[in-house]
């Protein structure tokens, strides 16, 4: 049964850096990709970026120009760095697996969530 | 606002049947399939239905879900107080190139 866990800094100042790691227990870290999803509060869950075990990946136009997500295969490591954080970028951060099987492509399992609060 | 729509709130007693229902475009339900996710406080998002309808093991057979078109709905039957939680919705979107989610529909059960 596959599991992750994820951990980070979980207070920031405006204009610091977000960052989060996320670790792969008991499955395979190819064939899959890896995201990053926040939901801030009172909001929707919103996709942030996603990485494979190449490395390669592919981030949400919204955040892309502040997003850079990475990957540890030798540790089945995944992290996420948010730079210049705002208040708008307090949520509660999930890491998550996706997988794709022909057409069709679902995300599962995910991370127990970090919260992060952006204040000065 | 979400790029898929979900009534944020339905509502059952006991052992009704309820329906959540999710509206998208050409560029996501109607291209991909939909899955949909149980949230309670606190927790991670649980899977319940992927590729439209199919359930995940350990799903009990009286939740189910269906796609038409540009929609999709999930169903819960035999409604039970441990379903209270948050339900998403979610597919890829051609357009965003990633996944994008419904703004969450909350079930009561009264």
């Known amino acids: 049964q596959v599991q992750l866990q994820q951990w980070g800094a979980g207070l920031l100042r405006p204009s610091e850096t977000l960052s989060l790691t996320c670790a792969v227990h008991?499955?395979?870290?190819?064939?899959?990709?890896w995201n990053w999803i926040r939901q801030a509060p009172g909001k929707g869950l919103e996709w942030i970026g996603e990485?494979?075990?190449?490395?390669?990946?592919n981030y949400s136009p919204s955040l892309k120009s502040r997003v850079t997500i990475s990957v540890d295969t030798s540790k089945s490591q995944f992290s996420l760095n948010l730079t210049s954080v705002t208040a708008a970028d307090t949520a509660v951060y999930y890491c998550?697996?996706?997988?794709?099987?022909?057409?069709?492509?679902?995300?599962?399992?995910w991370g127990q969530g970090t919260l992060v609060t952006v204040s000065s | 606002q979400s790029v898929l729509t979900q009534p944020p709130s339905v509502s059952g007693t006991p052992g009704q049947r309820v329906t959540i229902s999710c509206s998208g475009g050409?560029?996501?339900?109607?291209?991909?399939?939909v899955n949909w996710y149980q949230h309670l406080p606190g927790t991670a998002p649980k899977l319940l239905i992927h590729?439209?309808?199919l359930r995940p093991s350990g799903v009990p057979d009286r939740i189910s879900g269906s796609k038409s078109g540009t929609s999709a709905s999930l169903a819960i039957s035999g409604l039970q107080s441990e379903d209270e939680a948050d339900y998403y919705c979610?597919?890829?979107?051609?357009?965003?190139?990633?996944?994008?989610f419904g703004g969450g529909t909350k079930l009561t059960v009264l």
């Open positions: 990485i494979n075990h190449s490395g390669n990946t």
């Open positions: 590729s439209n309808d």
């Open positions: 998550a697996r996706r997988r794709w099987f022909r057409a069709s492509n679902w995300i599962a399992p």
């Open positions: 050409s560029f996501n339900i109607g291209s991909n399939t």
């Open positions: 979610a597919v890829w979107d051609d357009n965003l190139n990633g996944p994008v």
């Open positions: 008991g499955g395979s870290f190819s064939g899959y990709n």
